[in-house]
């Protein structure tokens, strides 16, 4: 028996840019010891596991190292092959059932919404020491929610030059580490990066789940519920931004770069 796998760029409508997310499509759920070795083998950012359940499909995704609770690139790829393969028709809804409750995703066009749940950052005064030593800026803010670190840093120049140290950032106890800045064009509202190396991704291309914190930060600072962001990696990647109480709507297009089968 062989199981179909994909790989898909999201969060760009351009091969080899955006974040690059496997998606594996199972008939049944399997066990988590054999997705994490299928997420390892596949050395991406993150896998999505695929499985049929209810009116939608159970979700669950994994970077190299650990299962995580929330992923918008990778929801972001599994939606537009579901669509792309013909498995849902384009005018449906597809619900994802997942560890941070359900999830749904509908086609606008060329771009994919996805609605997720708002996780704003409580500022806080007493950080690690190692948190700004390894990033070797000044921040202007630092807050946390329940999976990440955001930092404000003082412009975007400064954001795009930052070379962490990634070996004193892995000593931060948490999953990742948003860096931000406003942006200095008018095409977008706010830039970032994204850093998990206690996860095993040094930097992470694009990423939606930070957005889920950026919105309402941004929001709060800019006074706009409806925001477009760019995630300055080297690959790069854009995302709308639509904050609705506790609801954080990202939009991003995608692209699928090649597809396989494991051999079962």
């Known amino acids: 028996m062989t199981i179909p796998i994909y ?7 351009e091969r080899f840019s955006g974040n690059p997310a496997a ?13 994490q070795k299928v997420a390892a083998e596949m050395n991406l950012s993150e896998t999505a596991f695929l499985s049929p359940y209810k009116n939608g499909y159970l979700l669950r995704w994994f970077t190299p190292n650990a299962e995580v609770d929330l992923c918008g690139h990778a929801t972001l790829a599994s939606a537009h092959i579901l669509w792309e393969l013909g498995k849902v028709d384009p005018d449906e809804m597809i619900s994802f059932y997942t560890k941070s409750g359900t999830l ?7 771009w994919i919404q996805m609605d997720f749940p708002s996780e704003p950052p409580a500022p806080i005064a007493a950080y690690p020491d190692e948190l ?8 202007l803010f630092v807050g946390r929610n329940r ?14 030059e930052l070379r962490p140290n990634f070996t004193l950032l892995q000593q931060v106890k948490t999953r990742g580490v948003i860096v931000t800045s406003r942006s200095s064009t008018e095409k977008f509202d706010f830039f970032s990066r ?22 309402p930060y941004w929001k709060t600072k800019l006074g706009k ?13 854009v995302v709308k931004v639509k904050v609705n109480h ?19």
């Open 7 to 13: 790989v898909v760029d999201a969060f760009t409508n």
């Open 23 to 35: 998606v594996c499509l199972l008939s049944a759920p399997m066990p988590e010891e054999w997705m």
């Open 104 to 110: 749904t995703t509908r086609k606008d066009g060329e």
């Open 132 to 139: 700004v030593e390894a990033l070797g800026v000044e921040p």
């Open 147 to 160: 999976f990440d670190y955001l930092i404000e840093i003082e412009s975007e120049q400064q954001l795009r």
């Open 194 to 215: 994204c850093f998990f190396p206690a996860i095993g991704i040094p930097e992470d291309p694009v990423t939606g789940s930070a957005h889920c914190c950026l919105g």
């Open 225 to 237: 519920s409806l925001l477009i962001a760019y995630q300055a990696s080297k690959r790069g990647g």
């Open 246 to 264: 506790d609801r954080v709507g990202l939009s991003g297009q995608a692209v699928a770069v090649w597809k396989g089968e494991l051999v079962d």
